[in-house]
């Protein structure tokens, strides 16, 4: 059995301070974990993967997240906001090859100007 | 250029209507997927396939079918549209492997009246 839990639905922070987005998985197995960003009217776009090689992943338009298996958590970071990350950002866990992928219930990020 | 897409965008259909989600991927993908995207919630797998002639259920009980006749095209269809079907629909695809990114359509949302 596989599972995602976003911390917090919604997310404010003001341009140019530290964005944290929080995600804990559980899984029966060593997990690949994703951030998708979903933009209004739009659909899920992958910013970034963990595939079991570097623990800290680097995506697209300047995020990273961090895969801490003591913690069981893939937290996605950037470290200055912007108002054009203004979106609904997913993290999914997956055990692989057939396995389904599990997306949590997301969180919005608001950017303050 | 390589896309997945999805018409309609926005459908308003009253009660016992019969209803097709079209969804096309022009990527050579054999792994489609549809899921029910609701506020708050989060994304509810209703259907899969791995090619041509298999389709699956996914783990949300849905009154909707599906088909999967040529790679490129992955239909869903509602017999009998009800207002508990109001939801967003999004369509996706993978290639094969471990890990695989999903490629998201924009989306189409239904209001069943």
């Known amino acids: 059995a596989q599972s995602v839990t976003q911390l917090g639905s919604h997310v404010s922070v003001s341009e140019g301070a530290l964005v944290l987005l929080r995600c804990n998985y559980s899984s029966s197995v060593p997990p690949y974990l994703f951030w998708y960003v979903q933009y209004p009217n739009q659909g899920l776009q992958l910013l970034l993967k963990y595939t079991s090689a570097a623990t800290l992943v680097k995506g697209i338009n300047g995020f990273e997240a961090e895969f801490k298996k003591s913690e069981t958590s893939f937290h996605l970071t950037k470290p200055s906001a912007h108002m054009s990350d203004a979106a609904e950002y997913f993290c999914?866990?997956?055990?692989?090859?057939?396995?389904?992928?599990?997306f949590g219930t997301g969180t919005k990020l608001q950017v303050i100007p | 250029e390589a896309d997945i897409y999805q018409t309609p965008r926005y459908l308003v259909i009253g009660t016992g209507k019969k209803i097709t989600l079209e969804c096309s991927q022009t990527m050579g993908h054999d792994k489609m997927y549809w899921y029910q995207q609701d506020p708050g919630m989060e994304l509810h797998l209703i259907h899969y396939?791995?090619?041509?002639?298999?389709?699956e259920k996914g783990d949300l009980s849905s009154e909707s079918t599906v088909s999967r006749i040529r790679t490129e095209h992955f239909p869903l269809t509602l017999e009998s549209a009800r207002p508990s079907h109001t939801s967003q629909y999004l369509c996706a695809s993978s290639e094969e492997g471990t890990a695989e990114t999903q490629y998201f359509g924009p989306g189409t949302r239904l209001l069943v009246l």
């Open positions: 396939s791995y090619g041509v002639n298999s389709t």
């Open positions: 999914a866990v997956s055990a692989g090859g057939y396995q389904k992928v599990t």
